[in-house]
């Protein structure tokens, strides 16, 4: 058992350090994944401007991790900025941003998608504007008609299909064989200003390393005003780069995954506990005296000695009929026949047949046949049994 456990428990181990160390050796490929994350040095990853924001807005800018229905349920906060860049917000959420723009506050929003209730709330109707390769992303503020920003990898194409009176146009997506269409608006509500930007990915570092773009993103924030920044970000911490991060990062693939993990464990326990080794057949031991006395047999009949055969057979039954009969065997007449005949219980005729047959194989001189041997042993195992 013990044996059969180790050498499951060596195979797993040796299973997980092999995917270990191809994971380690494996060559670092780019991920194009579009996953806004400020930690994220992929191309589309926020980790540049992560850096760049606090000289950007001041040192006045403040991260959180929180969901704006919790920040604001926590603390009253007075006059700000808000800034939202492609992060998925529930209802609650948005209201709550809401509400501060109304009541004074201006928000940044940079998102390819807001929910269907918000957009009518604050004026607007996104959707796919273009499905060009590339595309530029200019300003329609003649200060800023120098800064613009080209999208030559994987551009969203988003921008405002329909747009409501008293609603500013910022920016535009301009492309060679179409006309240019509304990428960024900007808007009143309650006492604040509302932005709106469709176009997230020229935040990221790919576009942000490109000579003359950082500008692009300077003129976008530059509408807001100088004052503190609330910037609610996906995540603070570290990704994980663990082989495994995407599995254990889904919660029905993580149980599903510990799950497995436990059944294997139990299964090389159970297995290894119940197996045990082979029982070996012994075969039982021969009765050699059942052989010994056929094979005896066999050389008699052989020989076709039933004179002997007779004597040895008749010597036989009178000694047993000595030993649990209890019966004087040295004359072989009729006192002997009627003894027998009581205590067996047997025929007198039976039993004076069989008399005669063993004084015929006892007599040395007496001709024996076969059938004279065969019959005397059917009488003889009659009388015994």
């Known amino acids: 058992m013990k044996k059969t456990f180790k050498i499951y428990a060596v195979i797993f181990i040796v299973v997980m350090l092999i995917l270990a160390l191809l994971e ?3 060559k670092e490929t ?7 994350d400020i930690n994220e040095k992929s191309p589309f990853g926020l980790f540049v401007f992560n850096n760049e924001a606090k000289d950007l807005f001041k040192n006045n800018l403040s991260k959180t991790e929180q969901a704006p229905y919790d920040y604001y349920g926590q603390r009253k906060k007075n006059l700000h900025n808000i800034i939202v860049i492609e992060k998925d917000l529930d209802k609650q959420s948005w209201m709550k941003i809401l509400d501060q723009v109304s009541d004074g506050s201006d928000a940044m929003i940079i998102v390819s998608h807001v929910p269907k209730n918000i957009e009518d709330t604050i004026g607007y ?3 796919d504007i273009s499905f060009a390769e590339e595309n530029v992303l200019k300003l329609t503020d003649t200060k800023y008609q120098n ?8 551009p969203s194409g988003r921008g405002f299909s329909f747009i409501k009176p008293k609603v500013d146009v910022l920016g535009k997506t301009v492309e060679k064989n ?6 960024f608006i900007k808007t009143s509500f309650g006492k604040g200003t509302i932005y709106v930007h469709s176009e997230p990915l020229f935040l990221t570092n790919y576009y942000l390393l490109k000579p003359g773009s950082l500008k692009y993103a300077q003129d976008v924030f530059s ?3 100088d004052r503190e920044t609330i910037w609610f970000v996906e995540n603070d911490t570290k990704v994980s780069r663990f082989f495994m991060r995407f599995v254990l990062s889904n919660p029905a693939l993580k149980y599903a995954w510990w799950i497995f993990l436990g059944g294997l464990m139990l299964f090389i326990f159970f297995n290894a506990k119940r197996k045990q080794r082979i029982v070996p057949v012994l075969e039982p031991l021969r009765n050699t005296s059942v052989d010994f006395v056929k094979s005896i047999g066999n050389l008699y009949l052989q020989e076709g000695n039933f004179h002997d055969m007779m004597a040895k057979k008749a010597q036989y039954f009178l000694n047993r009929i000595r030993m649990d009969l209890l019966i004087d065997t040295q004359h072989l007449d009729g006192e002997f026949a009627n003894k027998l005949h009581l205590k067996t219980g047997k025929p007198i005729e039976m039993i004076d047949e ?32």
């Open 24 to 26: 380690v050796n494996k």
């Open 30 to 36: 780019t991920s194009w994944r579009k996953n806004f």
């Open 125 to 127: 109707h996104s959707s």
């Open 147 to 154: 800064d613009f920003i080209k999208l030559d990898k994987f």
């Open 178 to 183: 179409n006309s240019d269409q509304v990428n």
């Open 223 to 225: 509408y807001l005003q």
């Open 354 to 385: 069989a008399i005669t047959l063993m004084r015929k194989g006892q007599d040395p001189y007496a001709s024996v046949m076969k059938e004279d041997l065969v019959r005397m042993n059917k009488l003889l195992d009659e009388i015994l049994r």
